[in-house]
């Protein structure tokens, strides 16, 4: 079993692999700028920097990894990374299921969502072992994601799911408890206690 874990985590930390991954999240993070364009139009440019989530947490992982193929942590980035692509890409899978739950219907649109943005979480999660953030890079990250949520619950910049308007007020409570987990994760990940197995054991 060892030895497994020792085979995943050189592929995911090998350089080749890891330009791989940050091509990957480029290009779905240019892709996510675009498909919030149509908001962003509509959007004060006050809010500019709070509505586009999911490409916005790509972004914060693209300065990760390119931390890493210099040899450097972007220590910010990473906390930010890890709290912000778990919590919208679990997010997004969420809606669109419920979005299913509510049309019957979401399309290879909707299904390739789901994929896309289940797989940001895990990639999330997949580098825990390399983080080195400390205890204040939480806290900022934390500030980032509840205040995030006031502007999204609050000043009604979340993102559009017209048929899901109704449940608003729901899907706002959800969101701040998720927020508050991906903290949780990102704060246990900074005690070391969701590393048993750190980088430095390879």
């Excluded at 990957?24 to 919030?36: A, D, K, M, S, V």
């Excluded at 210099?70 to 299921?97: D, F, I, P, R, S």
Aim: some cysteine; charged content about 10%; glycine content about 6%.
């Amino acid at each position: 079993m060892q030895q497994l874990i020792f085979q995943c985590w050189h592929i995911l930390t090998n350089k080749a692999f890891l330009i791989l991954l940050l091509i990957i999240n480029i290009l779905g993070t240019i892709y996510g700028y675009y498909w919030y364009g149509a908001q962003l139009a509509t959007t004060e440019p006050i809010f500019y920097i709070f509505v586009p989530d999911s490409p916005t947490a790509s972004l914060f992982f693209c300065f990760a990894i390119i931390g890493w193929l210099l040899g450097k942590h972007v220590k910010l980035m990473e906390v930010l990374a890890l709290v912000t692509l778990v919590k919208y890409g679990l997010w997004a899978v969420v809606m669109n299921l419920l979005t299913l739950v509510e049309t019957g219907y979401i399309g290879w649109m909707g299904w390739m969502l789901v994929f896309s943005h289940f797989m940001m979480a895990v990639q999330a999660v997949l580098y825990i072992p390399k983080y080195r953030f400390q205890f204040w890079h939480v806290a900022v990250a934390a500030i980032w994601t509840l205040h995030n949520d006031v502007i999204d619950y609050v000043f009604g910049q979340m993102p559009y799911y017209r048929i899901l308007d109704q449940f608003a007020s729901q899907i706002g409570y959800f969101t701040f408890w998720l927020s508050i987990v991906c903290i949780v994760i990102a704060y246990f990940t900074y005690k070391g206690k969701l590393q048993p197995i750190r980088e430095s054991d390879f």
